[in-house]
């Protein structure tokens, strides 16, 4: 069963409320979130100053994050990485992905035409002050980062679309892995 990517929350049984991509950072924190989801584009990660800032005050409060293509940009951005056009966007389905952490090979769908740019596939501290960060997915196809995982903090993303994926929905589990990050991010508070 295909499924947007609301409906995926929703089905693991979680109150979803959508914000326009202007929000300010007041207003969201005030609807006191356990966690906060940012979705796809379009646009240019560099032009989206105003939704970084928005991030970084998310990230500074440890309010759990997921972010999904443009929103795995906006997250390399808040953490203090670049991001760059691609030469040729990714594009389509059938995209090998791999996942660093248990090695597995994700048949993905692709829709972007920029990425973060980390050239160390260690984890590195993030230029923004956010603790250390790693590279957890990368393209099988040309080595670009493919998803972030914060490791002092409750946030991770991915640049492909797991609510979109091709075959068997190889990357569902993301989203029961948010669901984990809120049951935790509850148990330390």
């Known amino acids: 069963i295909k499924r947007s990517t609301i409906e995926q929350m929703v089905a693991r049984g979680l109150e979803v409320q959508v914000f326009p991509a202007k929000v300010d950072a007041a207003t969201l924190i005030a609807s006191q979130p356990d966690a906060v989801f940012y979705s796809n584009g379009p646009g240019d990660p560099g032009a989206a100053a105003g939704q970084v800032e928005v991030l970084r005050e998310v990230l500074a409060k440890r309010i759990p994050f997921f972010g999904i293509c443009f929103g795995n ?44 740019k980390i050239d160390s596939r260690e984890p590195v501290d993030s230029p923004a002050g956010f603790g250390k960060v790693q590279v957890s997915h990368v393209s099988l196809n040309d080595d670009c980062v493919e998803g972030l995982e914060c490791l002092d903090l409750p946030a991770f993303s991915v640049q492909y679309h797991p609510e979109a994926a091709a075959g068997p929905h190889d990357s569902n589990y993301l989203f029961d892995r948010l669901v984990d990050m809120i049951k935790n991010n509850k148990k330390a508070a």
């Open 73 to 116: 940009q906006l997250l390399g951005r808040a953490l203090g990485f670049d991001t760059y056009k691609l030469p040729f966007g990714h594009r389509g389905i059938n995209q090998p992905v791999m996942d660093r952490k248990t090695g597995r090979v994700e048949v993905t769908a692709h829709n972007h035409g920029f990425a973060v």
